[in-house]
């Protein structure tokens, strides 16, 4: 595709349920990371994957977080029994290589607002 | 953990003015990018410097790293309302898939 791509681009959530977000990275990168984003904040690192595997998973708030790509393509990000504080914008961002000098492409992110 | 400072936290300038925001961190960096996200948008990648007290221009946008590579600065020229946005520097530290943002500059600049 011609960028990365986010759906749903906007959810809302009961408190207490699940939401998964999707994240569709650039053809043929290797490395995706994920943020969270809050209102007025710099993105804060959660997770990275190269390919298949999550080599990095450092910034994963709590157990309720869980990410997966399961084949080194698509990535999702999974949280459980939301509660307001997870209230943010999901970004996902994906890199052509695995050196830490690429840049890195970022998606339009999922506004994410727990009720 | 590792943070990256930046300063000014706001600026708001009249259009044609020059503006400037810094970046600093308590240790040495390996390297450093700059991000622009517009009001509503995505970071997109603007810059990556590497060297020790490199210079590199981008039309009106001057990106500098400092010799001990642990402050950065970008200095717009003749701003224009198309800059308005936040401005992040970004670097890998502790792992080399973590990058961490800066606290970003908000840059507004009315006519």
């Known amino acids: 595709g011609a960028g990365v791509s986010q759906s749903p681009r906007y959810k809302v959530a009961k408190r207490g349920q699940d939401v998964a977000l999707r994240c569709d990275p650039i053809s043929g990168h290797v490395s995706l990371f994920w943020y969270q984003q809050a209102l007025g904040q710099g993105p804060e690192f959660l997770t990275y994957f190269q390919n298949e595997a999550q080599l990095d998973k450092s910034g994963l708030p709590s157990d309720r977080f869980f990410a997966e790509r399961p084949e080194g393509s698509v990535s999702t990000l999974k949280i459980q029994r939301t509660q307001q504080e997870d209230s943010a914008v999901y970004l996902c961002a994906s890199s052509p290589g695995t050196l830490s000098y690429n840049e890195q492409f970022f998606g339009p992110g999922t506004r994410l607002t727990v009720l | 953990g590792q943070q990256v400072m930046q300063i000014p936290q706001y600026q708001h300038v009249q259009e044609g003015e020059d503006f400037t925001t810094y970046c600093n961190s308590s240790?040495?960096?390996?390297?450093i990018q700059w991000y622009k996200q517009r009001p509503g948008g995505h970071p997109v990648f603007l810059i990556q410097?590497?060297?020790?007290?490199e210079v590199k221009k981008q039309k009106r946008l001057t990106f500098q790293f400092g010799e001990a590579k642990k402050n950065s600065s970008l200095h717009i020229t003749a701003t224009q309302t198309t800059d308005v946005g936040t401005y992040f520097c970004?670097?890998?530290?502790?792992?080399?898939?973590?990058?961490?943002f800066g606290t970003g500059t908000r840059l507004q600049v009315t006519l």
């Open positions: 970004a670097a890998y530290t502790g792992t080399a898939s973590k990058l961490t």
């Open positions: 240790t040495t960096l390996s390297n």
């Open positions: 410097l590497v060297k020790s007290g």
